[in-house]
């Protein structure tokens, strides 16, 4: 047992790459009495000792160990060889998995050591198709593993092809979202949870949606919840709260409904996935909706997701505190500025930056539909899939949440973009894109370009960079596939047929977010955003210091204007020093605060 111990994983790894011999004099030799213990094997049979956990004897003595065990939790540490199984030049080699075929000779051993009962004809006939062998279904064997699989309650994972029923939310549901903020100020944090709090009142549908809040649920203005959906947990709550005087005091109960597993986003994310995919695993629909500091939901648990697509999870993600410049205050380490990059290379994430509340309206309730609805079209990525899991980023600066325009293109504002304001203007032309958090900044550069330099701008809420590119490149793939034939135009290209002037492209994310649809404009295009780590000072400052705050959105529309001969040649460089926009200190873009 201590030369066991003593011995490192790297001897033990060499030992089965050599042969019994080998084993004999470097392992067993190293004391005489482990020497005397193999005296009488060969160096067959030593080379042919099962390590602990290739011994089923040894395994089931240790499993029948741990479950007689009461009172402790019981760690089984089983000692296993890479490659076990395939033979001496397989087993124990660092490129086991590099090692593709098998030869005859190798199909040969492995036969032998594990007793199959196949014949050198059989193996010789065709060595890259061996046959396969079934002890055939009134096997013994096969009947003990049927038998246990019964006892268990069946196949697991089993995924059903039906479901429940689902009642989808009242269309009143989401009045919420279109009313604004009237007079007061709102993030889009505190929208997207005004509506998510009308969701679960719905009385036919509330009771399949599932928050889950791994961190900060008063920062996101969730502690509403807690008295009336209260928090899961199957004991109920066994602790006397710190917070037990307030009126949003925690609440645990059995019968709760927000799950709050603590600063543990890899338990959130499995629990998003159990509840996700429980439509199909126990057929009861429900309707994830997992809430999280968005710096720590793809960069930190992005595999996670993937096996969450993988398992064709259903589900709405919502990164808050979105933005590189937004969350300022709380570190570094805080500063999205790339999350929608990451979930673009997850096929079933479909990603939204909504800049309004009404906005969140209409994209839920078609994630609901695409997911659970009877008629799904496949809305804006044109596809029938409904396994889908949505990615909206929300903000915590409060601005005035606006009504719901008349004659609002619902459309655009599912596949990606929509004109939120026209210029009348006659004047040199430039178009504004935006999305999330700096549709305000578009907006108010807006009317400077119009008061301080005649300049006519039209400005465009971009909710889904992401899925515009998505179309594009689909409508890309059709005309490949299809030469001779008319080829779509994607929906962005479609969208700014019209549009006059250069394109200025902003957003609180890296250059790259906005640059995904570059290729699908004629227009000539700039795109301006956070690259880089962050920067710890105000909101104001920080844009400032990125160049993506209002007054960089004027002075590269005059700079791309005055190429054209648009406008004085002289303008930009004096809008620059005008604005002082190398002074950080000098910015004026945002506001101070906001928790939600």
Known sequence: MKIMNETPDGDYQTYKAESGGFVREHFFGKDPATKDLVADLTDDQIWNLKRGGHDYRKVYAAYKAATEFKGKPTVILAKTVKGYGLGPRFEGRNATHQMKKLTVEDLKEFRDYLRIPITDAQLEADPYAPPY??????????????????????????????????????????????????????????????????????????????????????????????????????????????????????????????????????????????????????????????????????????????????????????????????????????????????????????????????????????????????????????????????????????????AEPENLDVEGVLKGIYRVSASDLAGPKTQILASGVSVPWALEAQRILAEDWSVSADVWSVTSWNELRRDGLAAEEEAFLNPGEPARVPFVTQQLADAQGPVVAVSDYMKAVPDQIRQFLPNQFASLGADGFGFSDTRAAARRYFKNDTHSIVVKALQMLAARGEVEEGAPSYALDRYKLLDVNAGTTGGAGGDA
């Open 133 to 402: 062998f079934h002890p055939g279904h009134d096997a013994p064997e096969i009947a003990y593993l049927h038998e246990r699989r019964k006892a268990l309650g069946g196949a697991v994972p089993e995924r059903r092809s039906s479901h429940d029923a689902v009642a989808l939310p009242d269309p009143k549901t989401f009045d919420v979202a279109k009313r604004g903020s009237g007079k007061q100020q709102a993030a889009t944090t505190m929208a997207f949870v005004r509506l998510l709090k009308d969701l679960i009142r719905d009385k036919n549908f509330g009771h399949r949606i599932v928050p889950i809040v791994p961190d900060e649920s008063r920062t996101f203005g969730m502690d509403a919840f807690f008295p009336t959906a209260k928090i899961y947990n199957p004991t109920g709550q066994n602790y006397l709260s710190v917070d037990r005087d307030l009126v949003l005091a925690y609440k645990e109960s059995a019968q709760g409904q927000l799950i709050h597993p603590g600063i543990n986003e890899a338990g959130a994310v499995a629990a998003f996935t159990a509840a996700g995919t429980a439509y199909a695993t126990h057929g009861v629909p429900l309707v994830p909706v997992y809430v999280f500091y968005s710096m720590f939901g793809f960069q930190r648990t992005g595999d996670a997701f993937w096996a969450a697509a993988d398992q064709m999870t259903r589900g709405f993600i919502i990164g808050a505190t979105a933005g590189r410049t937004t969350l300022t205050g709380e570190g570094l380490q805080h500063a999205d500025g790339h999350s929608p990059l990451l979930a673009s290379t997850n096929p079933a994430v479909v990603t939204y930056d909504p800049a309004y509340g009404y906005e969140m309206g209409h994209i839920i309730r078609d994630g609901l539909e695409r997911m659970y609805g009877e008629k799904s079209d496949g809305g804006a990525a044109g596809s029938q899939d409904r396994n889908l899991m949505y990615y909206l980023t929300v903000y915590n600066e409060p601005i005035t949440q606006p």
